[in-house]
């Protein structure tokens, strides 16, 4: 997997901690988010007072310690923030549902468009309610591109817009299981397994 930029790491990590919560019905506890953070190959550079610190060549990635709450920051390691992300995830009581978000850090400066829809896990069933578009970045002789597996894509198919690239809003083109998008420049490629 390649880390790049901050939405190369906070796809997978909010796909990943959507499927802990559908497998486990809770939150990861701090020493199972860690095993995820390490997990993409992130280096544990700080731990304190249960905030972590963790790093890959290119990003640098923030676990701030909330009740209840998840957050993590991805940064580049720049330090370059505009283009930085957080990924939220939380239950929320009103909905009864577990919730997992990618937010821009910082909505002023932030040069994208996140088109990433939320997940949204019903609290009871843990069914996924909502239609989020998430995978993995690799890159190729093509470029980078957001690998879905056939199921993710089916899903999407049906109750979204396969031509709204899921990474920056833009407009996708298709042709055969690639679409490229002109606007953030990642391309999307369905791997049926
Ligand atoms: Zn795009």
Redesign the pocket.
Known sequence: MKLYEPVTLAMPLAKEIGGFIRREGRLPAGDELREILKGFGLEESCLDRGLGVYRSKFLIALVFPREETIVVDVISSSGELSDALEVIAYHDKKLEAFVVEILPTNDLEYE?NV?IEPIIIDGETLELESNPVLGHFEEDEEGLFLVIDGKTYERWRGEGDIHT????????AWKGDKAY??????GVKVVRG
Do not use: A, S
């Open positions: 994208g088109g690239c899921p990474i920056c809003g833009g407009e996708l998008c002109q606007d953030c420049g990642y």
